[in-house]
């Protein structure tokens, strides 16, 4: 089990490696948390994906939460990467997921 650190310098790192790689979406599974409360991890990932986003350095972040067809971003999403449609967990809104677009 990672600290909040380590997994937020983790997270920088399989970026930095993504965007070497020139990959252009990444689906990070961060977890829930084992009190299946919300962890601290999860909340910290998703402040560090939103300010990446408020401040250009990824251009989309959609959460577990909102990984549904019903969701704008997600939808528009689809559109243009027919292949996520297959995703698993697609609709499931599971919060232990985020789709990061570089």
Known sequence: ????????????????????????????????????????IRVAIQKRLHEMQENGEIRLCIFGEDWSKSNDQTWQLLQSRRDLRNDPDLGRRNQGITIVLL
């Open 1 to 40: 089990m990672p600290t909040v650190q380590t997994a937020l310098q983790r997270l920088d790192r399989e970026l930095t490696l993504a965007r070497r790689e020139e990959l252009p979406i990444l689906k990070l599974v961060h977890g829930y948390g084992s009190s299946g409360a919300g962890g601290d």
